[in-house]
């Protein structure tokens, strides 16, 4: 489980799969950052083609009464900690 981003303004609805549909299931309420890292982490990124219809404004409003009108983006924090080995005085 990751970590989810705490961002509460500049929120939109977007799309969690471009063929999946305008019902509350494939609505993901996302910042404009976490918005692109989601196409970064993506396969099709870059591939053009149609632009799914826009959610109307009854999913939106219930996507981000879901959401805690908070963005849904969870993150990984990977720690990479190198711990020295301890050296005692002789």
Partial sequence: MGTRCKVTSNLDVY???????NGIDNAEVLC?????LTFERQPSYGVRRKNPDPFDQE???EALKNAGNQCEFEYQIK???T???FS???
Wanted: proline share 17%.
């Fill in 15 to 21: 799309h969690k799969h471009p063929d999946g549909g």
């Fill in 32 to 36: 404009q950052e976490c918005h692109k």
């Fill in 59 to 61: 999913t939106k409003d």
């Fill in 79 to 81: 720690m990479n900690v």
């Fill in 83 to 85: 711990i020295p080995p």
């Fill in 88 to 90: 005692f005085p002789v």
